[in-house]
């Protein structure tokens, strides 16, 4: 009942196929019989190959026909040592089902429906009654064969080879494709590539074809006395025992495929089966009776070229109803010798030493092969991953770059910011300190200029007048001269003019400059070096922070003295000048701020508070550096070097 039920599915399926090839042009229109087609198949894992067949043959006689009823039936043969004997009832079955379906012709596709076939009509008179004058055929069938056993099989049973001609010959209409196996071109092959070959194995697996080719190989085994023909048989053998069974060859073996597709259990094997079969066998040369391992494993083999051309069956068919009888007919496939390359080149056969039109296969490695979707798959996937990370990164990098710029520019606006706040501020300051400063000595000048007009002004009264007029005028000519200065170096157009100094000399001129500001009860004291010191120094700017300097201690020294002081420091290369007082000094907390504009130490002391910072870009122009010294106690002591 699980038989029929299978049988009727797999027909359902079958029926139901679309077409996957198309004919280019139909068969010619006709009187054929009206009728319906059968097509039986054999169990097969090649689908493709029986679905292309199935689809084209309906085709084309569907393009003569529209109403043209094609049947098809699965046998579902599969594993021949346990099932073969029931093969012929699962036939009769199938044939009684469509005896009232008019059948005008009969197609069986693969070896086992047909030698199922062949064997009823060789022992059932009243199948070959039923079939004396319809047409039959056969696609993807052997000319080699044996008789299908009508009883359960024992391991000790040993298949004869038949041929079709033999059984066929009570039917008037049989034709086809059969495919045939050259046994000693294959034998003739071994020798010519090993001459001194003693044993060959051959393998074939559970299946019909693998028993038929096992028989034929029996029977023509005798023309070769000189070689020990071994039969390593699947139906009988596990694939260990198989394995084990070609890893104990003798010397000067060569191993012979027949077929390699089914188990001892009825189980298809793997694609990379073969492999693993020789795998412990590497340096065993194999030859393919049938195809089979070649471009994988086998160096070669003469192999029949197999073809089942749907549309010749269907025009033999439509030569016979139309009367011409003898159209039916067999078509025998030829065969041709074919060659794997990677394999003739690791033995180093070129061309040239092959027979004539043979067949190369550049084949690439198997395993490469099997898993190539897979490795295509999962370069693609890395590719993209790769591509990705690229991306990620770049972008990544980008946004890290484009973040620190921001940040840099955040920064830099925030310091403009402050800048423009502090220069604002400056600038308020500067407005409020030259407001102040120069209001001072313009209004003293102003003040006793309108004294000095004044006609009850005494002699005396007009020289004291005068005096004090002088004094503001030089105050604020300095104050706008260092207005001056300061504007000169914020606009970068602070020059130097560079000659030779005599420091001696310069101090001597400095104390005479400043000499009336000096207060009575002030000493000014001068401690030259050692050594008379001349360098190369722009005379003008020097004297202008020794004098602003000296100008400072001048203001906060009542009494005591004032001391320059310079020497040379041959080894840091530099000359250090030193002008210290002995006046009220200046807070500690007050010396952080003192090189700064505008910071004055008194506010009630004349001064805009710009000689510390003049003087300060001045000697860092020069190359030194300037400071004053906390150490000192007893009043104030400004510091600064020069290179020599």
């Known amino acids: 009942m699980k038989k029929l039920l299978l049988l009727l599915c797999t027909t359902i399926a079958a029926i139901s196929m679309h077409a996957a090839v198309v004919l280019h042009s139909p068969l010619e229109n006709s009187s054929v019989k009206n009728g319906s087609y059968l097509i039986v198949a ?14 084209s043959f309906q085709q084309t006689l569907q393009e003569n026909n529209p109403a043209t009823r094609v049947f098809v039936e699965d046998m579902g043969c599969k594993n021949f040592q346990t099932e073969a004997h029931l093969w012929g009832e699962q036939l009769k079955l199938i044939l009684k089902k469509h005896n009232a379906d ?57 298949p004869v080879a038949v041929r079709t001609s033999d059984r066929i010959k009570s039917l008037n209409a049989a034709g086809g494709f059969l495919n045939s196996y050259e046994i000693s071109k294959n034998i003739g092959l071994i020798k010519t590539f090993y001459p001194n070959v003693s044993t060959i194995a051959l393998i074939t697996d559970n299946t019909y074809g693998g028993a038929s080719i096992k028989a034929l190989v029996e029977e023509e085994s005798s023309i070769y006395p000189e070689i020990s023909f071994r039969y390593i048989d699947g139906r009988l053998l596990s694939e260990d025992e198989v394995k084990r069974s070609i890893g104990n060859l ?12 089914v188990n001892s259990e009825g189980q298809y094997f793997l ?9 412990q066998a590497k340096n065993l040369p194999v030859f393919s009776l049938t195809g089979a391992g070649i471009g994988s494993i086998a160096i070669g083999g003469f192999v029949p ?44 056969v070129l061309n040239y030493q092959l027979p004539a039109n043979s067949v190369i296969i550049d084949t690439e490695d198997p395993q490469l092969k099997q898993y190539r979707k897979f490795l295509v798959f999962a370069i693609g996937a890395v590719l993209v991953l790769i591509f990705f990370v690229i991306t990620f990164a770049w972008l990544y990098s980008k946004n890290r770059k484009l973040r620190q710029t921001l940040e840099k520019n955040e920064k830099d606006i925030l310091e403009a910011k402050e800048r423009a706040e502090e220069g604002d501020r400056l600038k308020s300051a500067f407005l409020a300190n030259m407001s102040h400063e120069i209001r001072t000595p313009l209004n003293a000048i102003v003040g006793f200029s309108q004294l000095l007009s004044d006609d009850g002004c005494s002699q005396e009264e007009r020289s004291s007048y ?32 560079y000659k030779e100094v005599n420091l001696r000399e310069l101090c001597e001129r400095i104390f005479q400059t400043t000499g009336h500001l000096r207060k009575d009860t002030v000493e000014y004291i001068c401690i030259p070096d050692s050594q008379e ?47 210290s007082d002995t006046g009220s000094g200046i807070p500690q907390e007050k010396h952080i701020r003192l090189f700064e504009r505008f910071e004055k130490l008194d506010e009630y002391t004349q001064g805009a508070g710009l000689g510390l910072a003049i003087s300060k870009q001045i000697v860092s122009r020069l190359g030194g550096k300037i400071w004053i010294d906390p150490t000192y106690t007893e009043g104030a002591k400004f510091c600064f070097t020069h290179p020599i």
């Open 250 to 261: 003798p010397e000067n073996s060569v191993a012979l495929i027949g077929t390699w597709r």
């Open 42 to 55: 054999s169990y097969n894992p090649d689908t493709e190959r029986m679905s292309n067949f199935i689809n």
């Open 271 to 279: 694609g990379s089966s073969l492999q693993e079969l020789f795998s």
């Open 305 to 348: 070229v197999y073809n089942a051309d749907s549309r010749k069956i269907a025009e033999q068919i439509n030569a016979y109803y139309k009367g011409n009888k003898s159209a039916v007919n067999f078509i025998v496939s030829s065969g041709e010798y074919s060659f794997d390359k990677r394999r003739l080149d690791e033995m180093g």
């Open 466 to 497: 005068s005096e004090v007029i002088t004094q503001n005028s030089d105050m604020l000519l300095t104050l706008i001269s260092d207005i001056l200065d300061i504007s000169k170096m914020d606009t970068g157009k602070f020059d130097l003019d």
């Open 102 to 158: 008019n059948i005008i012709s009969v197609v069986f596709l693969g070896q086992e429906a047909w030698a199922t076939f062949l064997s009823l009509v060789s022992k059932d008179e009243a199948i070959a009654q039923m079939f004396r004058n319809t047409p039959v055929f056969s696609a993807f069938a052997s000319e080699n064969g044996i008789d299908i056993p009508s009883d359960s099989l024992d391991r000790s049973w040993q």
């Open 533 to 579: 010191v001349i360098i190369k120094t722009d005379l003008h700017r020097l004297s202008q922070v020794l004098i602003n300097l000296i100008t400072n201690a001048n203001k906060f020294t009542d009494k005591g003295s004032i001391t320059m002081q310079y020497s040379v420091d041959r080894d840091m290369g530099h000359v250090l000048f030193c002008i």
